[in-house]
């Protein structure tokens, strides 16, 4: 019945709903942010913005948020002699100076020591409740504090030396605990969740569908869903029952809920939400766990999880015991926050984890930001070359002859006409190293077509001299530009913004429609970049200097100098990373 049930509002959903819903984690409050937590933003975030630019009729919202009850959380902030609930505002707080540095675009930033949180985790657990899907029972088992959930023995490592369980998956130790619960029936879930799993797309990247589907082929043990008050007094009390606090994960993945106003109607106007991202080691509670609570709750599961891979810094894990935790803001200060973007994005797979070093950001942002992109506009702006500073019209004659005459003029306009479709196909599976691929490649056929069309033997007082081919050269290239610019709002809005500010390219003309016009879907037309009909004069406040290069004593100094320096990856490797991508 309930699997019919998510067939029936799968397709009332995707027929009547245009709320774009999209989820970020909420993040853990014990430890400051890190450039880990900030990829599910920034993948959140610039899936968002793609969408707001692709479908503007769409009602896009993005959530974001921290995660602020529970063990670790009290004893953090008792290791630092901080009072709890100081220790979350100052923590939540970094967070929110973080996301606001890095641009994310969220439309609420939800704490779960809020009220309005507060009082829909009590609706929804009395919602299981009366629906017959929770039960008290004494339980014992293996507590990971760490990653706050309890493990199976076959879950465990036993280090023999010390008698010491640990998780095999996070590693983090366990303690053993005994104590009266409420549980959740979370086996009698376990084909309704197998079969939302199963729909097409729910899971990806696939890999990740996989995984799950092999965790859904053993029965589901039942989930303790409440901890005693006297140990966890930090969380929400169980309704009518003040000697239990509620389990932090169903606490947490209600947030998702409390922030479209749950249990208030309101909420079903962005319900269920569209995509949810996550990091891998939290595949678990939203594939299992968080479908088996809504589906008790008679609410429908969200469209899908896009679950990431994680970044190890120098091939390991960040931790603050190998001091190798990278702090966004003190990376930013080297590559500013638009080069952590673009590197996060355009480095990070979802499949697969990712390699952080400082010389490959390094590498990466000055040969595509800074020469590819940043020059190519400096050069089509130099006041030598442009006096009139000027993005200019083309000429109809000259922009025929350059694509008769020249191949690298006709690559250029295979590959703008190539550029939005291929990048609206990447995007929507939020391949973002895709997109910067395929923008790069653009901008190459860009530099490519300067260079070869040798604009300076054209400039006044050069033998050739001929302003209308020189300025007809200086468009096709501020073509390319443009849509250069529009298509990597998404992945580096700030930047990208800038590019079109010195384009003058008025913010009506920044949509994805205006990829399609251009001098290379216009051959014969002689404005080739729309609604401007003549030349347009390059905004003088604007600043062509986009991006800097980061040069080699900078990019080895500052951020974590203490790591040594990685070896390359090899580009058959590399190739292979990204071709596995499914
Ligand atoms: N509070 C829970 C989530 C509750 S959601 C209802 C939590 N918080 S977390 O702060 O530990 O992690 C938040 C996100 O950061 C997760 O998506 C996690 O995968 C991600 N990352 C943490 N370390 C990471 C890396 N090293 N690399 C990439 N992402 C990582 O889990």
Redesign the pocket.
């Known amino acids: 019945m309930l699997i019919r049930r998510i067939k029936c509002l799968k397709y009332l959903g995707t027929r009547y709903n245009s709320s774009h819903y999209v989820t ?5 409050v ?2 400051a942010p ?4 900030l ?2 933003a920034v993948i959140a975030d610039a899936h968002c913005r793609y969408q707001r630019l692709r479908y503007p009729e769409l009602d896009v919202r993005l959530c974001t948020g ?2 602020e009850h529970g063990t670790k959380i009290q004893q953090a902030a008792s290791l630092h002699g901080v009072p709890v609930a100081k220790y979350c505002d100052d923590i939540s707080q970094r967070y929110r100076e973080v996301f606001r540095s890095a641009s994310i675009q969220q439309d609420d930033f939800i704490r779960t020591t809020e009220d309005r949180h507060k009082r829909a985790v009590a609706n929804f657990w009395r919602t299981l409740y009366t629906r017959g899907h929770i039960y008290s029972a004494a339980y014992s088992g293996w507590y990971c504090v760490s990653d ?1 959930t309890f493990l199976t023995d076959s879950q465990l490592r036993l280090d023999e030396a010390t008698g010491t369980r640990y998780s095999l998956e996070s590693g983090h130790p366990v303690e053993w605990t005994e104590e009266t619960n409420y549980m959740f029936r979370l086996s009698q879930f376990q084909d309704d969740v197998r079969h939302w799993v199963k729909t097409e797309a729910r899971i990806r990247p696939a890999k990740f569908e996989k995984i799950l589907l092999d965790t859904l082929s053993e029965p589901l043990p039942d989930v303790s869903v409440s901890r005693p008050s006297n140990r966890v007094h930090w969380a929400i009390p169980v309704p009518d029952d003040d000697s239990q606090t509620v389990y ?2 169903l606490d ?2 209600v ?2 809920l409390s922030s479209v106003g749950y249990p208030d109607e309101k909420f079903s106007v962005h319900w269920p939400p569209a995509q949810q ?6 595949l678990k ?2 594939g299992i766990y ?1 479908p088996a609570f809504l589906l008790a709750a008679g609410l429908e599961p969200p469209g899908q999880l896009y679950v ?5 810094v120098d091939g390991q ?2 931790s603050k015991s190998k001091h190798n935790v990278v702090d966004p803001l003190q990376a930013a200060q080297q590559y500013t926050m638009e080069g952590l973007r673009y590197f996060l994005l355009r480095e990070g797979v979802a499949h697969s ?2 390699n952080y070093s400082h010389v490959k950001a390094q590498r990466i942002l000055n040969s595509e930001l800074a020469d590819t992109l940043g020059n190519l506009l400096s050069r089509a702006s130099a006041k030598s070359l442009n006096p009139g500073q000027i993005y200019p019209s083309t000429s109809a004659e000259h922009l025929a002859d350059l694509l008769r005459s020249l191949d690298a003029a006709k690559r250029l306009q295979d590959s703008l006409l190539q550029l939005s479709e291929r990048c609206a196909s990447h995007y929507e599976c939020n391949h973002f190293h895709l997109v910067a691929d395929t923008t790069m490649a653009a901008l190459h056929a860009a530099n490519n077509f300067f260079e070869s069309s040798k604009p300076w033997t054209l400039k006044a007082g050069a033998p050739d001299g001929n302003q209308a081919r020189l300025e007809t050269i200086i468009a096709m290239t501020m073509d390319a530009l443009r849509l250069s610019g529009i298509v990597l709002q998404p992945i580096i809005p700030q930047l990208a913004n800038r590019l079109l500010d010195k384009l003058s390219v008025p913010t009506a003309q920044r949509g994805w429609n205006y990829l399609a016009e251009s001098f290379a879907t216009s051959p014969n037309s002689s404005n080739s970049h729309p609604g401007f009909g003549e030349s347009r004069q390059l905004d003088g406040q604007t600043s062509a200097l986009l991006f800097q290069r980061i040069l080699e004593e900078t990019a080895a100094k500052e951020v974590n100098q203490q790591q040594p320096q990685p070896a390359k990856r090899s580009k058959s490797k590399k190739k292979e990373r990204r071709e596995t991508i499914s």
Do not use: Q, R
């Open positions: 970020t984690p909420i993040f853990y014990n430890a890190h450039i880990g937590h990829y599910s921290t995660d706050e932090v994960w947490a993945l947030n998702y991202v996550i990091g891998k080691d939290i509670f939203h968080w990431h891979s994680h970044w190890t894990k960040m984890d990712g």
